[in-house]
């Protein structure tokens, strides 16, 4: 026998080609269809989640029927609700309660707010106003309201800020730059502070403080005594101790009533409390100045 050398078939190769580009394409169009219907799927999930929350957020059963507003004694609860920007009949779930809870902080006279919500119809608005403890005079028409820390916190508006109408009024203070604000620092700012601490705060009309001498106020606490009368008198204080130099002005007052009951004073200068000089109703100097204190 003669030895043949095997050819290839040629044919069959490439019928295995074939075969193997065949199941290629196919597998590939299994995969495409397969991703075509995760997409399908996907967003027939999300239709269905914006058609709930549509439904939920346009559904009266949640529509707002009760509004809760506590901590508000300057602000009427009108007001408030203006400013949160809600009413009663909006739907509780449709509500942002950080948005609400930060259009309110941008009020002047809220310092902090809290929003909460109880399904299915109610909020509760809680909010902490600012404390206004007198007003600064910065121009001849141009106040601004004081808050417990002595920092101005906004323009005062006779019209619109009508309990702050009686709040003592503070000249001589200067706006420092604070950073991205304005305020108040410093000795005398700290001196202001003081005097606005004392008792009988609310009984102060005028505080002054001026570099050189001090503090000097005008003030109604010893109104109705007979060495006062009803007239406000002024308080010249210095620097420090405002409470031992009033409680000194008292005991001038008694002595006056006691030893000068024809006399009504006017001033009283305590800047030094060893040296002090009364000034009476009719400008004259009281005879002798009081030395040592009353």
Same mark, same amino acid.
């Given at each position: 026998?003669?030895?043949?050398?095997?050819?290839?078939?040629?044919?069959?190769?490439?019928?295995?080609?074939?075969?193997?580009?065949?199941? !290629?394409?196919?597998?590939?169009?299994?995969?495409?269809?397969?991703? $075509?219907?995760?997409?399908?799927?996907?967003?027939?999930?999300?239709?269905?989640?914006?058609?709930?929350?549509?439904?939920?957020?346009?559904?009266?059963?949640? /529509?707002?029927?009760?509004?809760?507003?506590?901590?508000?004694?300057?602000?009427?609860?009108?007001?408030?609700?203006?400013?949160?920007? $809600?009413?009663? /009949?909006?739907?509780?779930?449709?509500?942002?309660?950080?948005?609400?809870? =930060?259009?309110?902080?941008?009020?002047?006279?809220?310092?902090?707010?809290?929003?909460?919500?109880?399904?299915?119809?109610?909020?509760?608005?809680?909010?902490?106003?600012?404390?206004?403890?007198?007003?600064?005079?910065?121009?001849? !028409?141009?106040?601004?309201?004081?808050?417990?820390?002595?920092?101005?916190?906004?323009?005062?508006?006779?019209?619109?800020?009508?309990?702050?109408?009686?709040?003592?009024?503070?000249?001589?203070?200067?706006?420092? =730059?604070?950073?991205?604000?304005?305020?108040? =620092?410093?000795?005398?700012?700290?001196?202001?502070?003081?005097?606005?601490?004392?008792?009988?705060?609310?009984?102060?009309?005028?505080?002054?403080?001026?570099?050189?001498?001090?503090?000097?106020?005008?003030?109604? $606490?010893? !109104?109705?005594?007979?060495?006062?009368?009803?007239?406000?008198?002024?308080? +010249?204080?210095?620097?420090?101790?405002?409470?031992?130099?009033?409680?000194?002005?008292?005991?001038?007052?008694?002595?006056?009533?006691?030893?000068? =009951?024809?006399?009504?004073?006017?001033?009283? !200068?305590?800047?030094?409390?060893?040296?002090?000089?009364?000034?009476?109703?009719?400008?004259?100097?009281?005879?002798?100045?009081? +030395?040592?204190?009353?």
């Amino acid at each position: 026998m003669v030895n043949r050398r095997i050819r290839q078939n040629k044919l069959r190769s490439g019928d295995s080609k074939i075969s193997i580009l065949e199941f !290629d394409f196919m597998n590939s169009l299994d995969l495409g269809l397969k991703f $075509i219907l995760v997409v399908v799927a996907v967003s027939l999930f999300s239709l269905g989640l914006i058609f709930a929350h549509d439904l939920v957020t346009q559904s009266s059963y949640f /529509g707002l029927k009760q509004i809760n507003v506590t901590g508000n004694d300057t602000l009427g609860r009108a007001e408030v609700l203006s400013q949160a920007e $809600i009413s009663e /009949g909006d739907n509780l779930l449709s509500i942002n309660l950080n948005t609400v809870s =930060s259009r309110l902080i941008a009020h002047p006279w809220i310092r902090d707010a809290a929003v909460t919500r109880r399904i299915p119809s109610t909020i509760t608005i809680s909010v902490i106003e600012e404390h206004a403890v007198a007003k600064a005079v910065v121009d001849s !028409d141009f106040q601004i309201l004081l808050d417990a820390e002595g920092q101005p916190f906004k323009r005062y508006d006779p019209g619109l800020d009508s309990l702050a109408a009686a709040l003592p009024e503070i000249f001589g203070l200067k706006l420092e =730059s604070m950073g991205q604000k304005y305020g108040f =620092s410093g000795k005398l700012h700290n001196a202001v502070m003081e005097v606005l601490a004392l008792e009988g705060r609310d009984r102060i009309d005028t505080i002054t403080a001026d570099r050189d001498v001090g503090i000097k106020i005008k003030t109604r $606490i010893f !109104d109705g005594r007979d060495a006062v009368g009803n007239t406000p008198i002024t308080l +010249k204080l210095g620097f420090d101790g405002f409470q031992a130099k009033l409680n000194n002005a008292e005991q001038i007052i008694d002595y006056m009533e006691t030893s000068a =009951s024809q006399k009504r004073l006017c001033s009283i !200068d305590m800047f030094n409390i060893r040296s002090v000089t009364v000034t009476l109703e009719d400008k004259d100097i009281m005879p002798g100045t009081i +030395k040592g204190g009353a």
